[in-house]
């Protein structure tokens, strides 16, 4: 048998055919095991299991989430540690939409379930799949209190000028429709390393902070709280991404309906899924597109210049917003592994402040680091995200504020 659980944190973040999970220390961050469980409802569902510096792999059908869950439950068996009989002490979940309702990581009951449940209509995507997890999770560990920590509720605060979108403004009420933002967790917590790798007060800070995965968006903060951020409604909006095209002229969906005949659901998922970098170049994996660039294909080096031209549009939009910006930072997949695009992104602005350290840019070095010159009146910095470790934190918290 391993060490007990007594401590340790479960955090799932479950999407709609897939669920990633971790268990860790909230205090030492140290993880026990993580892994992701694929492919769920599909006849090939297959897990992935890390735990003891190995890896366990297991291919089956998986019918839906709590067979997943359950999946997961016996890897941990197999690996020597019984999450229902030992005392895990809190499950964070990563919840994508918390609507105006949630702007704090919340204590799950059945109320809060239904009303993650209600915020479908605006996350159809993502929160039903995120209310499997949550039933599936109680389900199999009743006694153990579950959080529910959101990707919007860092941006619950935004400025009302940032927030509202210029249409009818009763239809927008009654909708729900105003800019929410996403991947808030990974600001908030990168935004507070960075001012920590600084040994500044987030307090004094202005920042921009770019999260460059998959998915990618940015956001403008001034004094530890965001004032704009890419993401809108729905994470369509913003920066080009992996499958999402990010910000669009609205008259293409009239158009794409009119003229190409799409149904809504048709160019929802076009959006989606089918274009960002994969809708111009046809692969969505950045390190794809780069070795496509290196061959010399042409629609490639133009998905590229697209994404770095969407970069830089955004970062003057918040240079002038924040009025003055004292750190840049990159996290996520792309942010911290790709020198190319942070040096691209932030290219001849030197007369700003800004500038990278080719050397410092290009270190073979995963931590958090600055990537400027030491005497640039701009820090540019790379910080790896850990949205994990900032949910177990959450959950840890709530659990501690309320028992
Ligand atoms: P998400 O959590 O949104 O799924 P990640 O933050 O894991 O995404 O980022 C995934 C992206 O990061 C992919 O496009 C992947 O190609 C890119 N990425 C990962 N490693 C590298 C690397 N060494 N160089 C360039 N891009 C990378």
């Not at 939409?97 to 995507?125: K, N, Q």
């Amino acid at each position: 048998m391993g060490r007990g659980a007594e401590g340790l944190v479960l955090v799932i973040n479950s999407g709609s055919s897939s669920i990633k999970y971790q268990l860790l220390d909230p205090e030492s961050s140290v993880v026990a095991a993580y892994g992701t469980v694929e492919r769920i409802g599909e006849d090939d569902g297959a897990i992935e299991h890390h735990a003891h510096g190995e890896t366990t792999v297991r291919c089956r059908p998986i019918a839906d989430h709590t067979t997943g869950l359950r999946l997961v439950f016996d890897m941990f068996s197999a690996t020597g540690r019984d999450l229902v009989r030992e005392d895990v002490r809190a499950v964070g979940h990563r919840v994508v939409h918390g609507g105006e309702v949630f702007y704090r990581p919340t204590l799950i009951d059945d109320s809060v379930v239904d009303a993650i449940s209600e915020l479908s209509a605006l996350a159809p995507l993502h929160n039903p799949a995120n209310v499997a997890g949550i039933e599936s999770a109680r389900e199999l560990l009743p006694g153990v209190p579950q959080v529910a920590v959101f990707d919007t509720a860092f941006f619950h605060s935004l400025p009302d000028a940032a927030k509202t979108y210029a249409i009818d403004a009763e239809l927008a009420a009654a909708h729900g429709i105003r800019k929410y933002g996403f991947h808030g967790t990974s600001h908030e917590y990168v935004s507070g390393r960075a001012a920590a790798l600084l040994g500044r007060d987030p307090a004094e800070l202005n920042q921009i902070v770019f999260h460059l995965g998959n998915g990618a968006s940015a956001s403008a903060i001034r004094g530890g709280r965001p004032i704009d951020t890419s993401m809108g409604l729905t994470p369509l909006e913003g920066l080009v991404m992996g499958t999402r095209p990010g910000d669009l002229d609205p008259g293409i969906v009239p158009h794409l309906a009119r003229s190409a005949r799409l149904d809504i659901d048709q160019i929802d998922a076009l959006l989606n899924r089918d274009s960002g970098i994969k809708g111009l170049s046809g692969v969505n994996d950045f390190r794809e597109l780069q070795r496509l660039i290196d061959g010399g294909d042409r629609t490639a080096r133009l998905a590229y210049d697209v994404y770095i031209h969407r970069l830089r549009r955004y970062l003057g939009a918040y240079l002038v917003e924040l009025g003055g910006v004292d750190a840049i930072t990159f996290t996520a997949g792309v942010g911290e592994n790709s020198p190319q695009v942070r040096a691209d992104a932030l290219a001849n602005l030197a007369r700003f402040g800004i500038e990278v350290d080719q050397t410092a840019n290009t270190a073979n070095d995963r931590g958090a680091r600055h990537i400027s010159p030491p005497e640039a009146p701009v820090a540019v910095l790379v910080v790896p995200t850990n949205e994990e470790l900032a949910i177990a934190r959450a959950a840890h918290r709530v659990v501690a504020e309320t028992t």
